[in-house]
């Protein structure tokens, strides 16, 4: 690389307690890789990556993914990745330092190295490429019986054109405000099954019902409410945070990714209506409905978990702008959500021949880390303990295909340089 020569000592010397590292990934032909250190701009680094070295692995990840692919069924699809590496802990492993040691360049590793020599963990904010869209980096095996998120907090980053663009909001967090909570809407024409079940029971429903409960704004938060676009944009205005647990599909480009609430006909949207459903777009987030002149998009809370499958996916689309940005322009912060298809806990209950409610387990799970005071290192500690117990375990419900899938986009409320 072009000019002075810097070394992992060097970048690692007066760096803070918590240094961070942006790493962005850019498909072009080849895997192209640049980082810089935030204490430390002025020393930026860039790395290439042969496509042939990195797209054997990716192909094998995506043949383990529970996402349906061309011409196949939601059903086939989940029996396709349950017979796969992401629910065997012997094939996982392997899989997962095959994609460290071909997605991470060995400068950096160095540099990763120095730092927690030195006592210092740092923190990983990874922009993705098309490419590299369900990667799961907090899985990845960097050393033995080593994982990404036992060296390092790990968080995704949102292109610096949304994090920085001068129309974006920036919500305060208020650890006492009101949570909205909209959990598993019913969709008109009933075309989408309930992802909690038909009852929606069980141990952990009743503990993340409970823990809402005090804090819960109207009837909406109820299992099984309705509730449709204008009511939650209403109840979104002066909300400190939102969980979300039910539907989002994706589509040919990031700003139609669709939520699915209990929009009927008569709503206004950006989506052609499904039957009697409209679906909500990231682009109706963005910028409000298009018959509406001067609307510049609704206020989201600074924390969002969006349990639904693919609900993370921006990053897959060659522009990132899908419903991660629209809620980050919105005014949030933190955003939990799915980089891959979510089995419900009626499909783990298949896969493992018994009563397995991963799926519920993980709303409660991910929906207690945007209670923390930083909801990237909570979220990375629920998945150190949940990657511990798979590996003791074995235990299909305790696989990387529900705990790895689940990733958070943190977008401080500061520009950064």
């Not at 040691?101 to 006592?119: K, Q, T, V």
Request: aromatic share 6%.
């Amino acid at each position: 690389m072009p000019g002075e020569r810097v070394t992992a000592g060097d970048v690692a010397d007066g760096a803070p307690e918590r240094p961070c590292v942006q790493v962005k990934f850019a498909d072009v032909g080849d895997l192209y890789v640049t980082w810089r250190w935030e204490h430390a701009l002025e020393r930026p680094r860039a790395y290439a990556i042969p496509r042939a070295a990195v797209q054997p692995v990716l192909d094998r990840l995506d043949e383990s993914m529970p996402s349906p692919r061309h011409g196949e069924s939601v059903v086939e699809a989940l029996d396709r990745a349950f017979r796969g590496p992401l629910a065997d802990p012997d094939r996982e492993r392997r899989l997962s330092a095959e994609l460290a040691g071909a997605l991470l360049p060995a400068p950096l590793a160095a540099e990763l190295n120095a730092m927690l020599l030195r006592d210092r963990r740092p923190h990983l904010r990874i922009q993705g490429s098309p490419s590299l869209g369900r990667v799961p980096w907090e899985a990845l095996f960097v050393d033995t019986d080593r994982r990404m998120v036992h060296e390092a907090e790990v968080s995704l980053l949102v292109p610096a054109g949304v994090r920085n663009a001068p129309s974006r909001r920036v919500s305060p967090w208020d650890p006492h405000g009101p949570v909205v909570a909209i959990l598993d809407p019913p969709v008109p024409g009933g075309m989408l099954a309930p992802v909690l079940g038909p009852t929606g029971t069980g141990q952990a429903l009743a503990a993340l019902q409970e823990r809402l409960g005090s804090r819960a704004r109207g009837a909406e938060p109820l299992l099984g409410g309705a509730i449709d676009r204008v009511r939650l944009r209403a109840l979104l205005a002066d909300a400190s945070r939102f969980l979300y647990v039910g539907h989002v599909s994706s589509s040919d480009h990031g700003l139609d990714v669709r939520m699915h609430l209990s929009d009927g006909p008569a709503l206004a949207g950006r989506a052609a209506l499904l039957g009697a459903h409209r679906p909500l777009t990231a682009a109706d987030i963005a910028y409000g409905a298009p018959e509406d002149a001067g609307d510049d998009g609704w206020r989201i809370p600074a924390r969002v978990a969006l349990m639904a499958c693919e609900s993370g996916g921006d990053t897959g689309f060659a522009e990132p702008t899908a419903l991660v940005a629209a809620l980050v322009r919105g005014g949030a912060e933190h955003v939990a959500a799915a980089r891959w298809a979510l089995p419900t806990d009626a499909g783990f209950a298949r896969a493992a021949g018994a009563d397995a409610p991963a799926f519920s387990a993980a709303v409660d799970a991910v929906d207690a880390t945007q209670e923390s005071a930083d909801p990237v290192a909570a979220l990375n500690a629920w998945q150190r303990a949940s990657a511990e117990t798979w590996a003791r375990s074995g235990a299909v419900e305790h696989s990387p295909l529900m705990w790895a899938a689940i990733s958070t986009t943190w977008s401080p409320p500061r520009r950064d340089r």
